[in-house]
């Protein structure tokens, strides 16, 4: 194992262990446990970090191949794409305009909203 999987797997871990600390936290005060809270914070702590160790992988492979095909992709491709998603997105806010006020024109034309 590499070592900068190694670092990226310890993270991984560590933002489960966090995250099933707080779940953990967050169950008990608003279920109103008042004994005993330790246990399902320390059981959510731990469901944290096994499933972060176990799903980091997974997430650092789609990662690595995401990074692969963008690191190959040539240069004007990646450019006319862009340029072709700012289109759309462009077009697509102009539709959502357009629709907007046709839609409250025709509803105060009927006289609803």
């Not at 995250?19 to 399902?40: K, N, T």
């Not at 320390?42 to 995401?66: D, H, K, N, Q």
Request: proline letters at 3%; one cysteine or more.
């Amino acid at each position: 194992m590499k070592r900068s999987d190694t670092l990226a797997r310890r993270i991984g871990v560590g933002i489960g262990v966090v995250g099933g600390f707080f779940l953990g936290y967050a169950l008990v005060r608003l279920s109103g446990i008042s004994h005993q809270g330790w246990v399902l914070i320390s059981l959510t702590t731990m469901e944290g970090l096994i499933f972060a160790y176990l799903g980091t992988p997974y997430v650092l492979g789609g990662w690595r191949g995401f990074n692969q095909r963008l690191v190959s992709t040539p240069l004007p491709d990646l450019l006319s794409g862009l340029l072709g998603m700012i289109v759309g997105l462009v077009i697509a806010v102009l539709i959502g305009v357009a629709y907007r006020r046709n839609r409250s024109w025709r509803c105060r034309e009927s006289g609803r909203r």
